[in-house]
C-alpha cells in the first residue's frame, strides 16, 4: 500500500499548480484524506483536509486560493492551487487514513506520500 504524488514544480507567484495523490494496493476504504506542507526551518503543517464524505478544512493561509478535492472511485485526492505566493513554497506531502489488508491482515494506518516540491518565485 502506497501514496504517489504527482504536479508540482516550479511557478511564478500568481501562478497556479495542481496536486494530485492516488492511493494503491488492497485498500479497503480510505477515511480522511490531506496536504500537508514543510517550509525549510520551519514545521509540517497542515494545508488542506478533506474527509471520505467530502467536509474540507483548510488553512487560513490559503483559504479561497486552494482547493481540495477527491475522487474516492480512484482512490485520489488533488490540490488545485490558485495565486500561489512565494511564501507557498514548501515540500508538499498527502495523507490519508487507510484500511487495507495486508498479510491477510486488517491493518488502519495513517499513510503519507513521499512528498513533492513547490516553488514559487516572486
Known amino acids: 500500500v502506497q501514496l504517489v504524488e504527482s504536479g508540482g514544480g516550479l511557478v511564478q507567484a500568481g501562478g497556479s499548480l495542481s496536486l494530485s495523490c492516488a492511493a494503491s494496493?488492497?485498500?479497503?476504504?480510505?477515511?480522511?484524506m490531506g496536504w500537508y506542507r514543510q517550509a525549510p526551518g520551519k514545521e509540517r503543517e497542515l494545508v488542506a483536509a478533506?474527509?471520505?464524505?467530502?467536509?474540507?478544512n483548510y488553512a487560513d493561509a490559503v483559504k479561497d486560493r486552494f482547493t481540495v478535492s477527491r475522487d474516492n472511485a480512484k482512490h485520489t485526492v488533488y490540490l488545485q492551487m490558485n495565486s500561489l505566493k512565494p511564501e507557498d513554497t514548501a515540500v508538499y506531502s498527502c495523507?490519508?487514513?487507510?484500511?487495507?489488508?495486508?498479510?491477510?491482515?486488517?491493518?488502519?494506518?495513517?499513510?503519507w506520500g513521499q512528498g513533492t516540491q513547490v516553488t514559487v518565485s516572486s
Open positions: 494496493g488492497s485498500i479497503l476504504r480510505i477515511d480522511d
Open positions: 495523507n490519508a487514513d487507510l484500511l487495507y489488508l495486508e498479510y491477510g491482515l486488517y491493518v488502519a494506518h495513517k499513510t
Open positions: 478533506i474527509t471520505s464524505g467530502g467536509s474540507t
